[in-house]
């Protein structure tokens, strides 16, 4: 329906010409094999690349994987490389800490910090894990405080480790 009304690029490439035509189809055990706009089966082992993320057909399911630049650019931006990676991409915050990072950012440090969260924001679209983190971070965009640029900070010691997710959507049935 949308090739009706826009003209739409695709890098997609048919199973058969990816070279996985001998594979089995996949889908849910008794269940039809899903099919792709053209009518053929998906079969496992199709990948394509759809908005810069990884779209991928398993036997398990369907599985996407965010564009993992974005988080590279991300820990590079705040100079993280080398430092120890945490657990948790965000953190409570305790009135002594709010009283004590109280400092409105340079304006500079502004519009650094106003292009990190936006391309986290834009990354957490993807990221379930990172999500509420980007949000409290976005919160403070207006007027970005030394607090604001701490947790940006956190943020990237998370993506340190945890720059790579995939999400993995199982088969189901009808």
């Keep these: 329906m949308l090739e009706k009304r826009f003209e739409i690029k695709t890098e ?10 001998g594979r089995k189809a996949t889908g849910s055990p008794g269940a039809p094999a899903p ?12 990948e394509a690349r759809l908005l ?18 974005h ?30 990072y109280e400092e409105e950012l340079s304006p500079t440090d502004t519009t650094r ?4 969260a936006a391309r986290a924001n834009h990354l957490a ?3 379930p894990d990172i ?18 640029w701490h947790k940006l900070k ?4 998370y993506l340190l480790d945890n720059r790579r997710t995939i999400l993995r959507y199982d088969w189901q049935g009808h």
């Design 125 to 127: 679209a993807d990221r």
């Design 71 to 100: 988080a590279d650019m991300i820990v590079q931006e705040l100079e993280s490389k080398g430092a120890n990676g945490v657990t948790s991409p965000g953190e409570s915050d305790t009135r002594e800490k709010m009283e004590e």
């Design 131 to 148: 999500m509420y983190a980007v949000k409290e971070l976005c919160r403070g965009m207006a007027k970005p405080t030394r607090l604001h």
């Design 35 to 46: 099919k792709t706009t053209n009518g053929e089966d998906i079969v496992e082992g199709a």
């Design 52 to 69: 810069n993320r990884v779209v991928r057909c398993t036997s398990e399911g369907w599985e996407v994987e965010p564009d993992q630049r």
């Design 12 to 21: 997609c490439v048919s199973p058969a010409a990816a070279g996985v035509g």
């Design 113 to 116: 910090y106003r292009a990190t």
């Design 154 to 157: 956190r943020l990237g010691r």
